[in-house]
């Protein structure tokens, strides 16, 4: 069921509408707001809308950075799996002969 739930990023409010948990977009929103703050301490000037594309980029590089790491742990379970079968089937051609 789609609800409107009402955000403050930035000291500006946003009516935001979708199926998701009030507290889970409420905690999306304080992410957002967070990192908008966090720039405009470190900018003399910034719009709203200059804050925002450089929040989605920070927080899309976030994002990237989480999926890189998750594909290297995928491959390194591999890995692991892989030599953990080979050493299995080693140990029992041995216990076998």
């Known amino acids: 069921m ?3 739930i009402d955000v403050e990023i ?3 409010r946003y009516a935001v509408q979708g199926e998701a948990g009030e507290d ?5 929103a304080g992410y957002v707001d967070e990192q908008m703050r966090e720039l405009s301490k470190s900018m003399k000037t910034a719009t709203m809308s200059k804050l925002a594309v450089l929040a989605a ?3 899309t590089h976030q994002l990237f950075q989480a999926e890189r ?3 290297e ?3 390194d ?3 692991r799996a892989t030599n953990l079968m ?3 089937e080693e140990h029992l051609q041995i216990v076998g002969h």
């Open 24 to 28: 889970y977009v409420k905690r999306l």
């Open 10 to 12: 930035c000291g500006q």
């Open 57 to 59: 980029i920070n927080i």
């Open 2 to 4: 789609i609800k409107t």
């Open 69 to 71: 790491m998750r594909e």
């Open 73 to 75: 742990g995928d491959a």
């Open 77 to 79: 379970i591999n890995r």
């Open 86 to 88: 080979k050493s299995i």
